[in-house]
Every structure is written in C-alpha cells, then in structure tokens.
C-alpha cells in the first residue's frame, strides 16, 4: 500500500498548466533555467538547519541527565541554566522568523503564480502553540532546580515538538519538492528568490 505521498510524486506534473493560477502569461517552463537540484533548494537547507537544532538540543537534554549522575550533582548550575535560556532564545528566534518568512514573504508572492495549499500555514499555528508552552516554561525557570525535574518536562514538551516539527518540515519538502518548489522552478525565472527579495533568511 503505498502512501498519499507517494502517490504524488507518481501522479505529479509540475508543467501541468493547472497548478498555475496564470499559465498563459506564466508558464511552466523554467525549469532549465535553475542551476541545482530541487534536494538542494535553499528551503531544504533551511530545514536542515532547523532539524539539526532540534536533534542538538535533545542531546543537551541527554548530556544533563548524564552529568546528573557522572558528576553527582542534582541541581543545575548557573551556567547551565542560563546556556539553555540563551540557546532557546536564539532557536525560537530563528524557527519564529522562518515560519514568518514563509507567511508573511513567499506564500503570499507564490500565490500570485501557483496555487498552494493552506494546510502548510495552519500547521504553524500548531506550532506556535507549542513554542509558546516551551518558551514559557524555560523562561520562567529559577534556581534552584532539579536536573532530572528540568529534562523530565523539557523532554516531555520537546518531544512533542519534535513529533509535530519534524513531519511538518517533510511534508513542506516532499509535498512542496514534488509539487511546489517544482512548479516554482517550472513558473518563477531563475532564482525565484530574487523576486521576493534578496534578504530573505528562511
């Protein structure tokens, strides 16, 4: 049984007129103006770079709850604390910006050329909400505290965020790959990135 996603790629033809919202003025036929591989898009990097910190800091998770017991201590430091406000600080900044980048910059421009589904931007909604009950929690942490109390809840909440996340960037990338970064490459000229704005850091 093969899944929906499979499906689309079998079924899926970007220079299929319809998925253009313009085809006469717009057409689908740029593709052969890109010079990389859709696996290389600057939006699977992107990604890449998102998964990375999620992986990264369930590690840090790990590391803590080793040192718990290596070092025989049972309260977190300082330092420690105040590295996971700083890392967290930066991590919510940078998958807020990605999100509003999305949202606010390329959805609505891609819009103008192809037609894209709103499931991909509901699912932020999701997320946020999650970020929010992370970011609650890390903010309002004080010493003392336990580390095995901190990388209980931490790990709790981020695997939650991790489950939601991670299939979330997939389906953007397999689902936008086969279907819409291919129609962006097939209807927007070379790169499409230029058009929105050459600042853009998703």
């Known amino acids: 049984m093969t899944s929906a996603t ?14 253009a919202v313009d085809a006469i003025n717009f057409p689908p036929d740029k ?10 898009d600057g939006w699977v990097h992107s990604h890449n770079a998102l998964r990375m910190e999620i992986k990264d800091f369930k590690g840090a998770l790990d590391k803590i709850e080793i040192n718990s017991i290596k070092l025989g201590s049972k309260d977190l430091k300082e330092w420690e604390l105040d590295a996971i406000k700083k890392w967290w600080t930066a991590h919510k900044e940078h998958v807020t910006s990605h999100h509003e980048t999305e949202d606010e910059i390329f959805n ?8 894209y589904p709103e499931k991909l931007e509901t699912d932020h909604a999701g997320l946020v909400e999650i970020i929010n009950e992370i970011d609650e929690d890390v903010s309002n942490r004080k010493l003392p505290i336990s580390r ?28 936008s790959k086969n279907r819409y970064i291919s129609i962006l490459i097939e209807i927007f000229s070379n790169p499409y990135h230029i058009f929105i704005c050459p600042t853009l850091h998703i």
Request: glycine residues 2%; hydrophobic residues 35%.
């Open 6 to 19: 499979e499906d689309l790629k079998k079924k899926f033809n970007p220079t299929n007129p319809k998925w």
């Open 31 to 40: 593709a052969k103006l890109y010079g990389h591989p859709m696996a290389e």
């Open 108 to 115: 609505p421009y891609f819009r103008t050329r192809i037609k």
């Open 148 to 175: 095995n109390e901190l990388v209980s809840t931490l790990r709790r909440i981020w695997n939650r965020y991790e489950k939601f996340m991670l299939p979330h960037l997939l389906e953007e990338e397999e689902v």
